[in-house]
């Protein structure tokens, strides 16, 4: 297994044995936050996010599979962080 940096998330490459990419977040690395997986579709990957209010796709491309799970994982954990007020 594999571990490398990309953006809000770290991403563990598992595809050669199980075929999914699990992401997860620096607060919480030891429960996946999203995954990225070779669809039933020919040349297609689907993408799952499972934080608060679950979001999935499907995209003909692993790296924009990708990069609309990051996109998704950046959107839930910007809407959990509290807002900040005005002084």
């Not at 995954?35 to 790296?63: K, M, N, Q």
Request: glycine share 4%; net charge negative.
């Amino acid at each position: 297994m594999t571990k490398e940096r990309r953006g809000c998330c770290d991403l563990f490459e598992d595809m050669p044995h199980t075929g999914i990419a699990n992401y997860f977040i620096a607060s919480d690395p030891l429960l996946a936050v999203g995954s990225v997986t070779e669809s039933t579709t020919p040349s297609h990957f689907d993408w799952r996010c499972y934080l608060d209010d679950p979001v999935a796709g499907t995209a003909p491309d692993i790296r924009i599979a990708e990069n609309a799970l990051r996109r998704a994982i950046t959107l839930r954990h910007q809407a959990q962080e509290p807002a900040h007020p005005h002084n």
